[in-house]
Every structure is written in structure tokens, then in C-alpha cells.
């Protein structure tokens, strides 16, 4: 079964508006949480990586104060996409890393399809 | 900087067995993970390697050389739902220390042909 959920699945907003999108880990405490942005038919690009407690630590080029993240929990982190444009739109991914079956390791949620009209 | 290679796309037949290459260069190296990604979807862990060798799990298997900068994903007796995207995953500690991130590869995009 799932080990990562992410809410909402799929989301189309006005442009101007806010949106987030949560992250929980269901059956492991996450250490960290990471998230990612995925183009049509590109790889996952890591926007930033939060461990619980902390600021996130945003890769080169991504707006910090654009995409705001908060690790509230060690099984919770919430991506806020302030003011979204349409070129925001995009999948979102999150990841959680922890031990899991003795194994430690990173798995992916579902994802989120954010549309920004 | 990180670098991370492996082959854009692969076609293989039913019941056969491919094998994926990934090469990687990065300082700090702490483990490299395979996943498998159908058309939009995310991605699902496959394997995980830290150490040198083989790592079995049934159909699939992972290898890792840590001086080479080199892993392979084996996929065996494959089947039509093998059809997918692979990705390489490389984690490393950060720039500043303290945190970890992983980094993907581009992705080998598998066609199983009857």
C-alpha cells in the first residue's frame, strides 16, 4: 500500500491565487521530505529538501519565498505555491525519506497536477 | 556539481531480460536508488544500494560499484507492464553539509515489445 500520500491529487486555480499541497508519511516517521517539479516528459527537478523543525534548503534558481515549505512534523510537509502563474503549472512531487522495514529509503507520493489558468 | 547518465531510451522483447546502465559523478555519495515511473505517474522505488555488489529482488536486479561511478537495474523474464521509465537516483550530501538530497537522471524510457 501507500507509504506517502499527497493532497490534493489534482488542482486548477486562477492565476494570482495560492495553493498547497500536503505531504504525509503514513507509516515511517520522514526525516526529511524532499520535493520535486516534473515537465512533460523531463525528469524530476529537486526544488528543495526540508528536514522536520528546520528551513528548507532550496536548490539554485528556485524562489524560496515563491515556493514556501514547512515541515511541521516528522510525518508532515506542506508546499505553498504563492501567487501561481501559469507557467507554475506543473506535477508535483513529494518524497520521504525514512527507515521503512529496516530499509532505510525514499518513496515518492502520488503526486499533484497543478494547472494554473 | 552532479552528473548522472544512463540511456535515453531501450526497447527489449517479452520474457527476456535488459539491462539499464547509469554512470554518475558527485562528490559526498551516500546510496543510489532505481525507480520506475509510468506515464504520468510518480515514481516507484525499485532498489537501493550503498554498498558494492548485487541486490536481488525477484525479477529486478541492482548493481553498484562505488569507484566506477557505475550502477546497473536488471530487469529479468520482463513483461508487457515493464514498460516504463527507469530512473537513476544518486544521494549525496549537500553543499553546505547537514542534509542530504537525490538527484535524478534523466530516465531510460523501456519499451517491451511482444
Known amino acids: 500500500g501507500a507509504v506517502v500520500s499527497q493532497h490534493p491529487s489534482r488542482v486548477i486555480c486562477k492565476s494570482g491565487t495560492s495553493v498547497k499541497i500536503e505531504c504525509r508519511s503514513l507509516?515511517?516517521?520522514?526525516?526529511?521530505m524532499f520535493w520535486y517539479r516534473q515537465f512533460p516528459k523531463k525528469s524530476l527537478m529537486l526544488m528543495a529538501t526540508s528536514n522536520e523543525g528546520s528551513k528548507a534548503t532550496y536548490e539554485q534558481g528556485v524562489e524560496k519565498d515563491k515556493f514556501l515549505i514547512n515541515h511541521a512534523s516528522l510525518t508532515l510537509s506542506t508546499l505553498t505555491v504563492t501567487s501561481a502563474h501559469p507557467e507554475d503549472s506543473s506535477f508535483y512531487i513529494c518524497?520521504?525519506?525514512?527507515?521503512?522495514?529496516?530499509?532505510?529509503?525514499?518513496?515518492f507520493g502520488p503526486g499533484t497536477r497543478l494547472t494554473v489558468l | 556539481g552532479q552528473n548522472i547518465d544512463q540511456p535515453t531510451e531501450m526497447t527489449a522483447t517479452e520474457g527476456a531480460i535488459v539491462q539499464i546502465n547509469c554512470t554518475y559523478q558527485t562528490s559526498g555519495f551516500n546510496g543510489l536508488f532505481w525507480y520506475q515511473q509510468h506515464a504520468g505517474e510518480a515514481p516507484t522505488f525499485l532498489s537501493y544500494n550503498v554498498l558494492d555488489g548485487l541486490e536481488e529482488k525477484g525479477r529486478f536486479s541492482s548493481f553498484l560499484s562505488r569507484s566506477k561511478g557505475y550502477s546497473y537495474l536488471l530487469l529479468k523474464e520482463l513483461q508487457m507492464k515493464d514498460s516504463a521509465s527507469y530512473l537513476c537516483?544518486?544521494?549525496?550530501?549537500?553543499?553546505?553539509?547537514?542534509?542530504?538530497?537525490?538527484?535524478f537522471g534523466t530516465g531510460t524510457k523501456l519499451q517491451v515489445i511482444p
Open positions: 507509516d515511517f516517521q520522514a526525516t526529511t
Open positions: 537516483a544518486v544521494r549525496s550530501w549537500g553543499n553546505s553539509g547537514g542534509y542530504q538530497k537525490v538527484t
Open positions: 518524497s520521504a525519506r525514512g527507515e521503512l522495514r529496516n530499509t532505510d529509503t525514499q518513496y
